[in-house]
Every structure is written in C-alpha cells, then in structure tokens.
C-alpha cells in the first residue's frame, strides 16, 4: 500500500481533491493497487485557521507518505509550495507539454517536457530592502545546475523522441550564474553523447515556443525561467487544463497541477480535474521506477488513455468546449477505469 | 537637419542599414525633411578590429547626434547596448506588437506595447563567483520604477485605445523586490484615474499573451521580463519581421529592431528591413514630439502606411512569405514614399 499525502488547497483545490480521491479510490478497488489517502492543510485556509501557511503537521505527514499530492493554493502558494520543493529537497520540477487531440494546441505535433530547477535562483527568499532600493540575491551553484542538466539527459534518454536537450538561459547578460549553468549542461552534456544538446537564450525561446514548439524535446533551464516558459508552453498545446507537473527529488516527490485555484470558479462544480489527475499519472510513474513496481505504470497508462479517450469523444468540462461538471467528468473516469 | 547616428552592426545589420539610409536619404530628397547620418561601428567586428565592442569615438559620435539608430550586433551585443541603455539612461524600452494584415499572427485585433524598464534588474552587471556557487544582484529601485510606471500610464493615455495599464511581476515570489515595483506603480496609477490598472504575475502573462492578447493594451514591467515577454509578443502577432523597438530617456533616444543579427542569412539581401525601417518610424514620432515638429510626425506615418500597404498586396520578403530581396523591396518603399 502507498501511503499518499493529499493537500486539499484553496479555491478550486478541494473539488479537485474529491476528484483525484475518487480515482484513487476506484484504483485501489477495482485495478488492485493500493492507496492510503491522508488529507492535510495548507494555504490559505490553514494560514486564517491556524496563522501557517504551511503547519507543522502537515509537514509531518508528508514526510511519512511515499508522496504527495497538492491540489493548488491560492494567495499564500508560494509559502507552501516553494518551501516544500526546497525543505524535501525536490530539485526537478517537470512539466510535460503535449499536444492532444481535441484540445485548441497551436499544432498537433507537440512533445516537449521542460525540466526545470527548483531549488534556487531567485527562489531562495534570499532579498533586501536598501531604503529608497532593494536587491534580491540571484543564486546558481554548479552542484544543482548539474544535478538538473543529469536529470534532464536522463529524461532525453528514456523519451522515445527527438532525443535533445536545449538549455536555456540568459548567459549574454548573466554571465556568471547563467555562465556556470550553460557550463554545468555543456561538461554534463559530455556524458551522453547520442543526445544532441543545444543552447538558446531565454528570450528567443519564449518566442520560439510559439514559432516552431515541435522543435523542442526536452528544456533544461533555472527556476524562474522554468516558471515562465512552463506557463507558456501549457498555453501552447492548448491551455492549463491538461497540465501536469512533479517535483522531484532523490527520495521523494510532490505533484500538482500547473494551474493555480481559480476563486473566480471555485465551487460551482465546473473546474477541469485533467491536470491534477494527469498528476496522479505521473505519480504512479514515479512509484513505479522507485519500487519497480510494473503495476504502476500499467494503471498509470490506463488512467492517462481513460482521460484522452473521453476528451477525444467529447466527454469533457467547459474550459475546453464540454459540458461535463467536475463530478460528471470524474464519473465518466472512474466508470471506465 | 536632424543627425543620425547608425550603429551598422554585424550579421544582416550592414544590409538593413543600407536600407535605412536609402530611406532616410529618400525622405530628404522628396519629403523635405533633412537628415544628416554619420556611420559608426560597435559591435563584433569593432571588438576584432579595436579590441572594443563599443568603441570611445562611436559613442562620443552617438552623444553628438539628435537620436540613433542601431542595426543588430552579434555576440558582443550585450556590451554594446545594455551599456549605451545605462550609459544615456534610456530607461523606457517600448515595444508596440499589433496585428497587421497578412502577417500569421495568433488572432487579428492585437494592439499592444510593452514598456519595459531598461536600466536595473539583472543587467547592471553586479555578478560574483564564490567557488563553487555564483551569486547576480537583482536591482530594483523606488525611484526607476515610478519613472518607468509614469512612462507606461503616459503612454496609455496618449493611445486611442483600451486605456490599460498591466504591470507584470513575481511579487509572490520576490517579494520585497518585485513588492517595490509593484508598489510604485500602484502609487503612480492613482495620478491616472481614467486608465485602469491591473497587476499579473509573469508566469501568467507568458500564458495570457497567447491565451487572450488582444486584452493587452500597456504592459509594464521590469527589464529581464520585458525582454522575455516583447519577444515572445512579437512572435505572437506574426514574428520579428515587423518588431520596433525604442529605447528612450529624457534627452535621447535609441531605436533597433527587436530581432539579432542573424548571421545564418546574413550578406544573402534576404533580411526583412521591416522592423528597423518601423524603428525609424518610432523615431520620427520621438524626434516630432521633442522638436514639436509636426513634418516628422507625417513623414512617420507615411513610412509606416507604406511599408503595410506593401506587405498586404503581397510585395514582401521571404520571411513572411514573399519572394522580394532587401534591396528590392527598400526600392518599393523608396518609390512609394
Ligand atoms: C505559486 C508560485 C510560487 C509557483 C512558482 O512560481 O513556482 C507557481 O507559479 C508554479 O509555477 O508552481
Ligand atoms: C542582446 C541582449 C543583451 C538584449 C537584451 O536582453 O536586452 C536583447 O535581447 C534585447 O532584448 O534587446
């Protein structure tokens, strides 16, 4: 049995969170893997009820889980996610972007994941107040630029695809930070010698995400890049209603949806669940190579294909062109699992 | 008689300065309005032959003319422009992104500019080694803020258009940093009752950009943003083709084209002139407001409508789907003017 940690979030959070219980849950009855599910706090909600964001006990539980899910938070997010990947040391954050049929992508031939640094960069809190200036500390060691080039490679090696990593940075300007990051890719990029590796500065790929995205396979880059081209590359294949993401590390992992708790919807039973099951998916992905446990994977599978399959016909919420409800969408997973 | 200063520049930047002047010499001989143009070199090619990207008598040329103009710079472009930007306080970099006729953009009502201030953030240069991590200062100032803010809501009011102000920023992560940004322009905004003023972080703008542009009007935002965000707002109205840019201060400007050097088609009188002969378009209306010369302002217009009028009854280079050199198509502009 895995034991997985679920924060339940603001917003649209809990309603997702039903969702993702109930797959959950018909996973563990009817495909026979099995889950022990505790909900937790934190966000906004927690941070009104008990003056933290992020309380102790639910640190606490997560820590005893074998991962944990995190539905999204709202004003007070950063707060919890950003002082989680860095407390459980969840260095890789992975955002998939993937063109799907029936869904409004740019083009239908999209595969890319960006891997993205979690850890540091302008991430660290790490700012000062200089009277009528301020400075924040933009910090980039060699140690995590080439422990997130080595997962990004490994992530090229496993992909049946192009077989490319494209750094990304903005090295012209920050010649140090981003000069030790293009270095720590280009000596990790020696070690695999069939996946081609390249380099682009930031703002050419933001434009080129938009120009020709089916070039891309997998992007390495630093955190607050990482932020803005996952953003925009969700957009690319069609919005933030499909957009899974993992933060990973050696030991441990947290997925969420990329997407944020949506107030203006919150309640009224309409939000997609796609990314945050899609989540799920990647989770069992993870369990899977952590326990080599096949059964995983093969549910894993199964889950994704279950939501394709009703996207594809149609079956799907409002966000993008249905007019399932939340439930009704969850419904139609569970019953075809 | 106005005097140009030209940064000819390296990769296609000889070839669209070529067009330029034919241009600028066209609008002397038969639209009366005089100029007077030196040639400088900076960049590549004088760092090979001074041992300076920016060599001493180009920049005492440029202090001694009324406005620049700077084709695209190679590698050393950095060293080039981001010290003229620091060096004259050219602190507003405006970068306009409209639909035109027959360009592939992502929808056809898009009509926005982000103003981005260009003289802080990460481009001061402050970057440290230590061992085996590095360290760049992200610089934000009350007083650079409120100046770039009072530029973008003057820029507001002066369009006939949706009366908006967007400031971008990551103030949930940089708090202390963005959290000044985003206070002064929300200070500075009260001096504006009539334009509305809206706050997004930049993950969300990267998305929306796609997502909804033709809600934009003024964007503002910090130097590094901006630079990502104009350049993927460029592509999303059709690419960089058509892309200005203008980099002003109180005393002087600068104008280039958003787009680099390109040295894969460079010396094949293939480039699109477009986007730098749309910046001396930015700099007619800049040298019309100053002057309070209302020739410049016509001559502006007349450029710009001639150069659309070209490319939607298809005379246009290869870039954008035509089949006309650089030089030919100058020739058609210089004609039409
Ligand atoms: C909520 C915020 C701190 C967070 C981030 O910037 O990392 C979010 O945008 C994300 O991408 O997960
Ligand atoms: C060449 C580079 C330093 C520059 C910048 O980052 O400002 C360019 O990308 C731009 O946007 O003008």
């Known amino acids: ?115 993205r640094e979690n850890t540091e960069d302008l991430y660290t809190g790490k700012e000062f107040s200089l009277g009528d200036s301020s400075v924040a500390l933009r910090i980039i060691s060699e140690q995590a630029s080439k422990r997130i080039a080595k997962y990004a490679f490994e992530t090229a090696k496993m992909r049946n695809d192009k077989k490319k990593v494209t750094c990304v940075h903005k090295s012209n300007v920050m010649r140090v930070t981003d000069g030790m990051f293009a270095k720590a890719c280009t000596e990790v990029s020696k070690d695999y010698p069939d996946i081609s590796f390249e380099q682009m500065y930031v703002d050419a790929c933001a434009m080129n995400l938009i120009r020709q995205p089916q070039e891309f396979d997998v992007v390495v880059t630093t955190n607050l890049f990482g932020d803005i081209l996952s953003d925009e590359s969700s957009q690319v294949v069609g919005g933030l209603g499909m957009a899974p993401a993992a933060n990973i590390g050696d030991n441990f992992a947290l997925f969420e949806p990329v997407h944020g708790a949506a107030f203006d919807i919150a309640g009224q039973n309409i939000a997609n669940p796609s990314s945050f099951l899609l989540s799920i998916k990647m989770m069992l992905d993870w369990l899977g ?31 993008i062109g249905g007019d399932k409800t939340t439930s009704e969408f969850t419904k139609q997973i569970t019953d075809n699992l």
């Open 289 to 319: 190579t952590k326990n080599s446990d096949s059964k995983c994977f093969e549910v894993g599978q199964k889950l994704e294909s279950t939501i394709f399959n009703l996207v594809k016909t149609g079956v799907k919420t409002k966000d």
């Open 1 to 115: 049995m895995y034991k997985i940690s679920l924060i339940t979030g603001d917003g649209i959070g809990p309603e997702l969170s039903d969702s993702a219980v109930s797959v959950l849950e018909t996973i563990h009855d009817k495909l026979d893997l099995k889950f022990g599910i505790t909900k937790l706090s934190a966000g906004d909600k927690a941070l009104e009820q008990t003056g933290k964001a992020l309380p102790d006990d639910t640190v606490s539980a997560i820590k005893q889980s074998d991962a944990c899910m995190k539905a999204p938070v709202g004003e007070s997010a950063a707060d919890v996610i950003v002082v989680l990947r860095r407390m459980l040391d969840l260095y890789a954050n992975i955002r998939p972007a993937k063109s799907y049929p029936h869904m409004p992508a740019l083009r239908d031939d999209i595969d890319m994941v960006i891997v």
